[in-house]
């Protein structure tokens, strides 16, 4: 078995993403609930929460608790 | 009735002793349950008999991080956060905890040449680039948490099955995306020729 064409994506995608200084998911964790707030009302995202802003696009796990965080705001 | 509280409000009502804290720990259990409850209840993998569970061990957890609050945000939108993450940690965790590791990680090999996944010609030499760096420029330790992640494993059950925690698992991982990306970008791929959709 190989990657599947969506694996080879996922891949490609999150190598591109790559920064050399990154959070963890801890740090990313403490601070997501500001930029889901900020995020939902359209403002722009602080350079201090870039960094949450690339985790969600390289942790999946991250991004879907920010997700599933961002519809228990919408409601 | 749930009392409507600041964040300052809170945070000093669950560092507080007797009724004060008791009230404040009861509006906040009730709260995580019906968010938990709301934000889960599309997932197949999730039952109610689970929610009490999710919300004391998520209690548990903000009550040890309260120093940790920054005051960023709603301290009700910071402490359902937390208890995503605890709540979801578990359920992946559910779901992960029969699979091998290493069965996994060797099922995936190296090879891009199996015919179901061989990608179109123009995303050809840079597919096949970053196999060559994965098996050659990563360490074992690299390779199997990338391509277990790629594969969609818990990081939680890799860490446990690799004798590690996330947050380490996350420094390996890091290390590895970052080796990939220098290898590709050593092999001549810029990360904008790599921006491709693979077809």
């Known amino acids: 078995m190989s990657l599947s064409r969506p694996e080879l994506q996922k891949m490609l995608d999150v190598v591109r993403a790559t920064q050399p200084v990154e959070i963890d998911c801890d740090v990313c964790l403490m601070q ?24 969600l696009t390289v942790c999946d796990e991250c991004r879907e608790e920010y997700e599933l965080l961002r519809g228990f705001l919408r409601k | ?26 509006d906040l259990r009730g709260m ?35 120093d940790q ?38 099922d995936t090999g190296f090879e891009p040449s199996a015919a179901e996944t061989s990608p179109d010609r123009e995303s050809q030499p840079i597919i096949e680039a970053m196999y060559r760096i994965i098996g050659s420029d990563l360490t074992e330790k690299q390779r199997t948490v990338l391509l277990a992640e790629i594969k969609g494993m818990a990081q939680e059950e890799i860490a446990r099955q690799m004798g590690s925690s996330r ?13 990939l990306k220098q ?15 693979i077809s």
């Open chain 1, 32 to 55: 997501v609930g500001e930029f889901a707030e900020l995020n939902l009302v359209g403002k722009p995202i602080p350079e201090g929460l870039k960094a949450i802003e690339q985790h």
């Open chain 2, 183 to 197: 290898g590709l970008e050593k092999a001549g791929f810029t990360a904008q020729e790599y921006a491709i959709t």
């Open chain 2, 32 to 66: 995580l349950l019906i968010g938990l409850k709301t934000a889960l209840k599309s997932r197949s993998d999730f039952v109610d008999s689970l929610l009490d569970d999710f919300v004391q061990d998520s209690l548990v957890r903000i009550l040890r991080s309260l």
């Open chain 2, 167 to 179: 947050n380490a698992l996350y420094k390996l991982s890091h290390d590895a995306r970052q080796r």
């Open chain 2, 69 to 106: 609050f920054q005051n960023r945000s709603r301290f009700v939108t910071w402490a359902t956060a937390i208890a995503i993450r605890v709540a979801l940690t578990e359920l992946r965790k559910r779901r992960w905890r029969d699979v091998s590791l290493e069965t996994l990680v060797a």
């Open chain 2, 1 to 26: 009735m749930v009392q409507e509280r600041d964040n300052n409000e809170w945070i000093a009502a669950l560092q507080a002793d007797g009724p004060l804290r008791e009230a404040a720990l009861s």
